[in-house]
T-cell receptor, first 111, second 116 residues
Framework: RKEVEQDPGPFNVPEGATVAFNCTYS??????FFWYRQDCRKEPKLLMS???SGNEDGRFTAQLNRASQYISLLIRDSKLSDSATYLC????????????FGAGTRLFVKA | GAVVSQHPSRVICKSGTSVKIECRSL??????MFWYRQFPKQSLMLMAT?????????EQGVEKDKFLINHASLTLSTLTVTSAHPEDSSFYIC????????????FGPGTRLTVT
């Protein structure tokens, strides 16, 4: 089983649509959780942190369910500029901390 | 946010040669730097963790003698791909961690290595 698994995608949605990404992680002792965005041939950029209480930033909402080891990202009112790969990232602390990236889910938003 | 630079951004080299990639944190001191590799349509894979003044910690399956990492200062880490082969062609990305909030891992723009 992969340490971090994401929806394979790609997701093709029209502008204005709501899209949800899911992610599961295998290590129940994982400490911190994030969503990153990566544009083609670019480095990843932090999108938002994920908390059990939920985290909302404009059109983006992230949620963590520790019991189910599940992370989600919801994008409302999709824009063309949202087209990118979304990476679920989990940080484990095993002596020193280790960042584990999911394989990413590709999103295409079309006019 | 903090800035991390990488140099070169793109390099093409012949098989058997060595290539050095630099990662610099420009406006903060990075206690730890990470080196990742990303093949097309795949996720970032951590290669090694580099702490200033100490030996790098390599992930399983990464040859430390082939991928030499030096973290000589709090603002500079280098990755040298020795005796490069075509299968080493990849996108190499570094990130720098300031040692505070775990999300504060700032990524460099990446180096695209092509070995012919």
């Amino acid at each position: 089983r992969k340490e971090v698994e994401q929806d394979p995608g790609p997701f093709n949605v029209p502008e204005g649509a709501t899209v949800a990404f899911n992610c599961t992680y295998s290590n129940s002792a994982s400490q911190s959780f994030f969503w990153y965005r990566q544009d083609c041939r670019k480095e990843p950029k932090l999108l938002m942190s994920v908390y059990s209480s939920g985290n909302e930033d404009g059109r983006f909402t992230a949620q963590l369910n520790r019991a189910s080891q599940y992370i989600s990202l919801l994008i409302r009112d999709s824009k063309l500029s949202d087209s990118a790969t979304y990476l679920c990232v989990v940080i484990e602390n095993t002596g020193g901390f280790k960042t584990i990236f999911g394989a990413g889910t590709r999103l295409f938003v079309k006019a | 946010g903090a800035v991390v630079s990488q140099h070169p951004s793109r390099v093409i080299c012949k098989s058997g040669t060595s290539v050095k990639i630099e990662c610099r944190s420009l406006d903060f001191q990075a206690t730890t730097m990470f080196w990742y590799r990303q093949f097309p349509k795949q996720s970032l894979m951590l290669m090694a963790t580099s702490n200033e003044g100490s030996k790098a910690t390599y992930e399983q399956g990464v040859e430390k003698d082939k991928f030499l990492i030096n973290h000589a200062s709090l603002t500079l880490s280098t990755l040298t791909v020795t005796s490069a082969h075509p299968e080493d062609s990849s996108f190499y990305i570094c990130s720098a961690y300031a040692g505070h909030y775990l999300a504060e891992q700032y990524f460099g723009p990446g180096t695209r290595l092509t070995v012919t």
